[in-house]
């Protein structure tokens, strides 16, 4: 986030002006921005919680699920009141499924069933495709090749990121999730952006 203000002449007129904003967030959009980066932030921690749990057999496996798929339901109510409940529902169950996906694709992994887990990283990125496609159709401030091309990004550092953790790469596997955090961030701000571009008059500062 940013603030933008005046331009002013290396030598003012008058010394003592002040430099006021001359454009400010308002505190909606503070409140979306945080909202996303949190859910955002949420999804990839849980994930990599889920990846963990999963390779190592940890037995709070399936409360992690649980817990991983709560994201899903949580950033479709984080558009619901933009968009109305059937798209909110449409957008959770996209983001449930490419959720699902990547736990069996893991799984698949780490039990050696190489078809099954191209099978289901083909899968993955035919979601992918869904939810860029999904994002540009309801608001098209969403660049749809470039939502692509972020979830595409970071589909292919999750499943690095998994298979760091099979082959016991636990240096390499923090460097790639410092990477898969960032952009979380970006893609949760390109949402936020797209949201304030199209509702401008939801977003007004007070």
């Not at 499924?97 to 780490?110: F, G, N, P, Q, R």
């Not at 939810?131 to 499943?159: C, G, Q, V």
Request: glycine share 2%; proline share 4%.
């Amino acid at each position: 986030m940013n603030q933008f203000y005046g331009n002013f002449p290396a030598y003012p007129i008058f010394p003592t002006t002040q430099m006021q904003p001359i454009n400010c967030y308002s505190a909606e959009q503070v409140a979306l921005w945080n909202k996303n980066r949190m859910l955002w932030e949420q999804h990839v921690t849980w994930t990599r919680m889920a990846i963990t749990a999963i390779v190592f057999k940890v037995p709070d496996l399936k409360y992690v699920l649980e817990r991983l798929l709560r994201n899903a339901t949580d950033m479709g109510n984080a558009i619901r009141p933009y968009y109305g409940d059937k798209i909110a529902d449409q957008y959770r169950d996209l983001i449930s499924e490419h959720l699902m996906i990547a736990a069996d694709l893991v799984t698949a992994a780490v039990n050696g069933e190489a078809e099954k887990a191209k099978q289901k990283e083909q899968e993955w990125y035919r979601n992918a495709d869904k939810i860029a496609e999904f994002l540009n159709r309801i608001n098209p401030y969403i660049d749809k090749e470039a939502m692509r091309k972020m979830l595409y990004s970071h589909l292919e550092m999750t499943k690095l990121e998994a298979v760091c953790m099979i082959q016991r790469n636990f240096q390499l596997e923090v460097e790639v999730f410092d990477r898969i955090e960032a952009e979380a961030l970006m893609m949760a701000d390109m949402i936020s952006e797209g949201i304030f571009k199209q509702f401008p008059y939801k977003f007004v500062p007070r």
